[in-house]
């Protein structure tokens, strides 16, 4: 049904899950010794908080916040607003921020600085997807699955107005969806 939406599917599910994986042994190496706290942004990074934790072997806290820009995307005010906040403090602690897609970076730029402010330990991002051709602000992903083109991509996480969000695999919309 949502498949007849879809343009072309740009990231299969088993390409997501191979990706994932390498991603989740990356960060088991590199916080062996650690206890993260794994910050998942809602709503997009949903689907990958859930399969990239079961891939790290690691002590590992999670928690999640939600966030949403002021109105105007072609306003690179870099106003955001915390609708939910995390239920852990971050001070003193290693930070992973998990991302599903980071477009202007206008949220992640947001969430580094109020972290920081907060006293983190160390401060990281991963992505799983990442469109260099959005940025408004420099910010760089330490650990990033794919990068995408300029294109509308949804699926596993990231939607449409609110749609989309349960495909299994990310994909491009169809121009007929959203202008008409
Ligand atoms: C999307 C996406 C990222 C953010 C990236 O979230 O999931 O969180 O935008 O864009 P940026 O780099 O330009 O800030 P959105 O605010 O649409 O909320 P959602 O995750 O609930 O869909
Ligand atoms: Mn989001
Ligand atoms: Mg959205």
């Known amino acids: 049904m ?3 939406d879809i ?5 299969s599910e088993e390409q997501l899950q191979e990706k994932i994986k390498g ?4 960060i088991s190496a590199d916080y062996q010794d650690k206890f993260p706290l794994l910050v998942g942004v809602l709503k997009g990074a949903m689907p990958f908080m859930a399969d990239l934790m079961k891939r790290i072997d690691a002590y590992l806290e999670i928690d999640f916040m939600d966030v949403t820009s002021y109105g105007n995307a072609t306003v690179s005010s870099g106003e955001v607003k915390i609708v939910k906040d995390l239920n852990t403090s971050v001070e003193g602690r290693d930070i992973i921020i998990v991302e599903d897609i980071i477009d202007s970076g206008l949220t992640l730029s947001y969430l580094v600085d109020l972290f920081k402010y907060r006293k983190a330990k160390s401060i990281k991002i991963i992505t799983l997807l990442d469109k260099p051709s959005g940025r408004k602000v420099e910010l760089n992903a330490d ?4 990068d995408v083109p300029d294109a509308f991509v949804v699926g596993y996480g990231l939607d449409y107005a609110e749609r989309y969000r349960n495909l299994p695999y990310i994909g491009v919309l169809k121009k007929s969806v959203y202008s008409f």
């Open 23 to 26: 991603l989740g042994e990356q």
């Open 143 to 146: 650990y990033v699955g794919f």
């Open 7 to 11: 343009e072309e599917v740009l990231i």
């Open 2 to 4: 949502l498949q007849k």
